[in-house]
């Protein structure tokens, strides 16, 4: 029994092998590429908008910020003395009370709009250049 | 020089050099289209099918991790590609009885098969492949001719290390019976003719 199948499976190789391989048309290969390269724009390695190193900084960043303002915060102050409210349009004596703490989201959220937008649009015109 | 790998034909075509897929698909095409044509039993199905295969696996090259050889993550593609167009053909192939097998029968055919002319023998051979069931085409060709062990086969197939080695021992039976009928008769009466 070990003989025959031992034979067998040799006569397989042999009937396998002289089978060969057969080959597709000569223009394959270009109809392949061709579809392929239709695919290629497709194709794009990701990417993230903020790499590992900016989100380190932004998290830093955020830490420090965490810390010196809860650790400083009577007399630490980035907006000085400005008086947002001022900047309101005062109409028939309405008065708008703007917290200092909007005021700091305010400020934080324009400066990371203002970077995002540089970012943004550098991206974009790179990805239009390729 | 050093002859490139696969992997590095890879991290070219990842980087953006098109082309680099040109020599892979060089690489590969005769075996895909072989294997495509065992599934499917006609060249323009085989054709489409591993054209299709290529472009799927561009498209993919990027969940490609390497953990298995891109060789078997092509074939289990142009697998599962001949599947989907064989369901919407809907074949059939009805299986061949099997009897027991002698040795010296064995041997028989063996001189029977040498008694055949190359280019007769070849297409002998391939309309017996394709009295088989399409997976056992597949599983000897990956075998006998690719010389993949067991376990890969099992990846591509997707049917267990046990099963791949049961249905290998079936299907070299059913074959050997296939070419037996077709072959003796004509060795037989060569024999007589002497």
């Known amino acids: 029994m070990e003989a025959e199948n031992k034979k067998l499976d040799q006569f397989t190789k042999e009937v396998i092998q002289d089978a060969g391989l057969a080959s597709p048309s000569v223009d ?6 061709a579809e392929v390269s239709k695919e290629k724009t497709a194709i794009k390695v990701y990417k993230p908008l903020i790499n590992k190193v900016g989100w380190l900084i932004i998290v830093a960043l955020f830490l420090i910020f965490s810390f010196v303002l809860t650790r400083f915060s009577l007399g630490f102050s980035i907006l000085g ?14 008065k708008i009370d703007i917290p200092v703490t909007y005021a ?11 970077i995002q937008v540089n970012i943004i649009s550098k991206r974009f015109s790179r990805s239009l250049e390729n | 020089m050093t002859q490139k790998t696969d992997q590095d034909y890879i991290l070219e075509i990842r980087s953006g050099n098109v082309n680099a897929y040109a020599m892979l ?13 065992r599934m499917v039993g006609n060249r323009e199905d085989a054709e489409e099918v591993a054209q299709d295969t290529f472009v799927k696996a561009y498209k993919a090259l990027d969940t490609f991790k390497g953990t298995s050889k891109f060789s078997t993550w092509l074939y289990r593609i142009v697998y599962n590609t001949s599947l989907d167009c064989i369901k919407k053909n809907k074949r059939v192939v009805l299986s061949e009885h099997i009897d027991e097998i002698h040795e010296a029968d064995i041997g028989v055919m063996q001189d029977a098969m040498s008694y055949l002319e190359a280019k007769e023998k070849k297409q002998t051979i ?21 010389e ?20 290998l021992h079936r299907s070299r039976k059913k074959l050997y019976h296939i070419l037996k009928n077709v072959v003796e008769p004509i060795y037989l009466s060569h024999g007589s003719r002497k």
């Open chain 1, 28 to 33: 394959f290969l270009a109809n392949v590429m």
């Open chain 1, 81 to 94: 003395d400005w008086d947002l409210s001022s900047l309101m349009i005062k109409k028939h004596e309405m």
């Open chain 1, 104 to 114: 700091y989201c305010f400020f934080f959220l324009l400066v990371f709009v203002i």
């Open chain 2, 25 to 37: 698909v060089n690489k590969y095409k005769d075996m895909m289209f072989t294997l495509a044509l």
């Open chain 2, 126 to 146: 391939e309309n017996a492949l394709l009295q088989l069931p399409e997976e056992e085409r597949v599983l000897l060709t990956l075998f006998y001719f690719e």
């Open chain 2, 148 to 167: 993949l062990s067991l376990k890969e086969i099992s990846e591509i197939v997707k049917i267990s290390y046990d099963n791949v080695k049961i249905k």
